[in-house]
C-alpha cells in the first residue's frame, strides 16, 4: 500500500511478519483531526452540508449556553456561520433527518437506508419503555393527522405530557415517538427546540426511502463512515460513532476497506480510513471552542488517549461538585487541547465564569477564541470571572483589551 505515512514492518502472528503501517501518536492525532475537518483548510464551498456528510451525525442536545450544540459543531469548523443560516443547511430540501445515532443527532438523508437495522431492531422489541393504551388506535390517529395536516408538533398532536412529571408522556407522544423509531414518522426540523413530526413517505426522498439492505450491510455502511470520519480508530471507538456494538463491528470489518495500522502508546489495534493515510495530514489547525458533544471529544477515553486531555461533562453534577463548569467547551489550538472555559452571556457581554489554561502558552489562543466566539453571538466584551491559574489573569485581560473585547 502506497501511503505518505511512514510504513513500518510489524510482527504478526504466522510465518512471515506482515507489512503494516505504524503511526505516532501524533500522526494520528493530525489524522483524526483532519478526518474531522479541524486541520486544513475548512470546506466553505461546501458548507454545512458539506460538514454534515464529512461527519456523518452531528449530535442534537437541549443545553444552550452560546448556542446549541449542533450549532457549534459548524461554528467549529467552518467559522462564524449565522445561526438561521446553519438551521436551514440542516433543514430545509429534506438533506436531512434526525434520528438515533451516537445519541439523537441531525444525519445527511443519504444516511436514512443505513438505520435500517435499528429501525427494524425497535419494530422486533416490539415496544419503547412508555407502554401505550391503545398502540394502534394511537398510532393511527397520529398519522391520519399528519397526513391531513403536514408537519406537526408534539403540542400540536394534543400535547407532550399527561400532567405529571416530564417522563409522563401522553398516549399521542409516545405513539409519535414509536412510529418515529421505526421510521413512518421523521423529525423534519427542530421549531424553538420542539421536534417537528411529518410522514416518512413525504419527507424522505422516494429513492432512500427503503429498508431493503440487510442488517451486514447497513452496519458494513456506518462502520466505514465512522472509519473515514475518525480517520484513525480502535474497534470501541468506530463502536461509539453510531452506537454500534462491539461484536457488530468485530463481523463487519473485514468488508469496510478499512486497514488495519499499530498507533505506538495505543494499547489496542486501530483501523484507519485508506484515504487518510495517503498524504501526511498538513495546513492550518483551528483555534475554537469546542461543544463538549463535538464529534472530535464526545468519546472520552478515545479524547483522552488522543490529547492526553480529561473532559466530563458537568452539566447534570451538582454545583459545589463541579471542577470546571456546568458547560466547560475545551479551547482547541494548535491541533491540542490546551484549556477551557465555562461561558454565559449576560446582555452582549460573554462571561467567562471558570476558565481554565494549561500553560502562558495558551492564553493568546484562549484570547482568540473567546473574542471570535463574543462576536459570533452577538456579544461586544468578555468578562473573565474565575480563572486558573490566577498569575495569567493579567496576561489573559491584557490579549483580550488588545483584541478589542
Known sequence: MTTGLPTTTVPTAGPSPTPRISLSADEARRIALRAQGLLGAPERR??????????GAVQLDTISVLARSHELVPYARLGAVGRQAVESAYWTDAHSFEYWSHAACVLPVEEWPHFAFRRRAFR???HRWHQMKDREGSCAAVR???AAEGPLTTAELGGGRNGGEWWDWSESKIAVEWLLDIGEVVVTERRGWKRVYDLAERAVPEALLHDTL????????LVAQAGSALGVATRADLADYHRLKGEQVE???PDTGLVPVEVRGWPRTAWADPAALESTPRGRHRTTLLSPFDSLIWDRPRTERLFGFTHRLEAYVPKPKRVHGYFAMPLLAGGKLIGRVDPAREGTTLVARQLSLDSAKAVEPMARALCEAAEWVGCDAVRVERCAPEELRPRLRAALDALGC
Request: hydrophobic share 35%; charged share 40%; with cysteine.
Open 251 to 253: 463481523a463487519v470489518l
Open 144 to 146: 391520519d393527522r399528519l
Open 214 to 221: 440487510d442488517d451486514h450491510e447497513c452496519l458494513r455502511r
Open 124 to 126: 422486533a422489541r416490539g
Open 46 to 55: 461546501s458548507g454545512v452540508r458539506g460538514m454534515l456528510r464529512r461527519l
